[in-house]
């Protein structure tokens, strides 16, 4: 009986850790990564990036030689950039590759070589490990599919390679928006990668023969037919095999310009235009049109003769609000500084406010009994709290803050979802200690709790 017991004890404590260890998992915040091009130390340097919006930085971009050996000829060291992430417990990671027609092409011959691959491995390693990086983002665009088996061998030497050293370091890559000719053997790479940013932009651009949006959320075949980020997440999700936690789409702070007179018409030509350069010309006399279908924003000059497709803050909040409802990962951004408005991250300042609240699914099996907003907990709390909600029927969801002397209020969620049991965490770091108000308005009922932050 003694035997038994003990057995039955320890049993439950396995499912007890269990069940602290998984929700706390499920809790951590989404991923907001952000490149940050070596070149522009001068002109964006890291005294004006916001780190509180952001989670990692993949500074870029440094390339191998065919032999392992690592090129840094167009690359800027900057120590004070990684002591400032890690002083704002911001992760920092180097970012290998990127697209460039003359180096690019040196991945797979080194991969193909087993002393180079080997060569390569230890170099980078090393380099990580002398200039204080967290881990290695492979933007290698794209492996050719006839040596995928000489990609995975390098991919698995790499993170046994990152598994041997004093601290973690972590291994992702910068994914194409979809990989239907298997460039990747994802059975190796699900398992090697700690994430899979999804470069979902670029959808259109000079290389196409009509306008489109640059990175449209929703889509059809018959209009966007170069295709759009819910697609490449189901893509990523269902024919890879790639877990929604692992999951990143991207995020442009950039634009294309068409030489065009209206959306999908045909093009004569095309250039990329920052976030920057795009948001003055509303005032210029271009007219900002909103696009339901790919809930995406474009612009058309006065003579009709130029479209603009880009993301504004409303779609920003619109991809936002995608990552949370689908539980990914989170985003990656190209490129920092490219919102930098009138000494503001127009952009980041939204994405980072926004993916600092995040949304779990509980239960989408059993049909709760009620709509009900339900307390949250911590309550008072610091710093953090969750607060749960339930969902009858398929309903769009208003979820807002207010504080008790009115003078801080904004939105959590703005979505529509399925019937089901949810629970958002709510970031206060920003906030000061007062009573606040939760309200939650669906189509049929308002509901309010108050809650107190305590600091």
Known sequence: MNKRKTIHQSFMIFILILA?????????????????????????????IPFDHLT??????????????LDLSSFTYDPELIAACHANGVKVII????????RTPRFAVMAQDSAARRAFVENITQFCIDNGYDGIDMDWEYPPADIREF??????????????????????????SADPNDRYDWSVMNEVLDWVGVMTYDYYGSWTAKAGPNSPLYGTLSTTDQGWIDRSV?????????????????TPFYGWQFEASAMYGPITGARQLRYFQIEPLISDGWTRYWDNATRTPYLINPERTRVISYDDPESIIE???????????????????????NNKTVLLDILGSELSTYIRVLDRIAQPAACELRPNFPNPFNT????????????????????IDGKYGFTLVRDTFEPGSYEITFQASS?????????METGNTIQTRKMALVK
């Open 20 to 48: 602290i260890i998984i929700p706390l998992r499920s809790q951590e915040r989404p991923m907001v990564l952000g490149y940050y091009p070596s070149w522009n130390k001068t002109v964006y340097p890291h005294t004006l």
């Open 95 to 102: 970012s290998v590759g990127g697209w460039d027609t003359e």
């Open 234 to 250: 189901n893509h990523y999700m269902n024919e890879k095999g790639v877990s929604p936690e692992k999951l990143c789409i991207g």
């Open 151 to 176: 990609t995975s061998m390098l991919f698995r030497e790499l993170r046994s390679a990152l598994s041997m050293v004093n601290k973690p370091m972590s291994l992702s890559i910068a994914a194409p």
């Open 56 to 69: 990692h930085i993949c500074h870029a971009f440094i390339f191998p030689y065919e032999d392992g050996s």
């Open 384 to 403: 953090a709290t969750r607060i749960p909600f339930s969902l009858k029927h398929t309903d769009t969801v208003n979820i807002r803050i207010l504080s």
């Open 431 to 439: 906030l000061p200690s007062g009573i606040y108000f939760c309200i």
């Open 319 to 341: 991809k936002c609000n995608y990552i949370k409802y689908h539980g990914l990962r989170g985003t990656i951004i190209w490129a920092l500084g490219q919102d930098f408005i």
